[in-house]
């Protein structure tokens, strides 16, 4: 049963391009959820979607940020016109529905490894 | 709203001495709260859950944590440090239910010296 699957596993952009990182969740798993890391720091949740669908995007930068999770194929963030300060660890998670997380599925938000960003 | 304090972002322990790294939250609502431990150039692993059962949670590698509402903590533990345990740890909390965006703490990186 395959983790959560992120690529690239580094993305180099110069700045002022765009740069798009995919994810795709756990087989069964239909919620997403994207997070950053700066370096020595925590995660910070971006955004939570569903399919087709952003549930709750309240960490999400208003400009140059975007994602999706199509019907099909993987969630892609992407971020537009890359500045220096967008350098950092990219996390995305997947989880399983509602009644799979109250039956006890063991994790209920499973990680990916994480795309690094360097931004030159 | 939620928050997460994680006390000392950095912890040094001998090998086989105790582990103890301190989380406290604040939730609005009933939380779920968590621990995971991430590795470097790693993703984050699920060490244990806390989702209002009991409230002393065992999880993986021998950490336990225990839930005090009253404290507003669920500090991590282990009884005998090993080498292996120098990691990252982060605590992270959401809302009570499912599907809920987890609030992470900046962490605690554990070092472990023989």
């Known amino acids: 049963n395959a983790g959560v699957m992120q690529n690239p596993r580094h993305l180099v952009r110069r700045r002022g391009q765009e740069a798009r990182l995919r994810c795709s969740p756990m087989?069964?798993?239909?919620?997403v959820y994207w997070y950053r890391q700066l370096p020595e720091e925590g995660l910070k949740f971006m955004v939570y979607?569903?399919?087709?669908?952003?549930?709750?995007e309240s960490g999400m930068p208003k400009e140059r940020f975007s994602a999706e999770f199509p019907k099909e194929g993987p969630s892609i963030l992407r971020i537009q016109q890359v500045v220096r300060g967008d350098s950092a660890a990219y996390f995305c998670a997947s989880s399983p529905d509602s009644v799979g997380f109250l039956l006890g599925s063991n994790q209920p938000q499973h990680f990916g490894d994480g795309t690094r960003l360097s931004i030159l | 709203a939620q928050s997460v304090t994680q006390l000392g972002s950095h912890v040094s322990v001998s090998e086989g001495a105790l582990v103890l790294l301190r989380c406290n939250y604040s939730s609005s609502v009933p939380p779920y709260l968590f621990w995971y431990v991430q590795y470097p150039n790693q993703g984050l692993q699920l060490l244990l859950k806390y989702t209002s059962a009991a409230t002393l949670v065992k999880g993986i590698n021998g950490f336990e944590a225990e839930f005090k509402k009253s404290e507003t903590s669920f500090h991590l533990t282990k009884p005998s440090a090993h080498m292996s345990d120098a990691a990252e740890y982060f605590c992270a909390v959401s809302a009570a239910g499912t599907a809920s965006k987890l609030t992470f703490g900046t962490g605690t990186r554990l070092q472990v010296t023989l």
């Open positions: 979607l569903q399919k087709e669908n952003i549930i709750d």
């Open positions: 087989k069964g798993h239909s919620h």
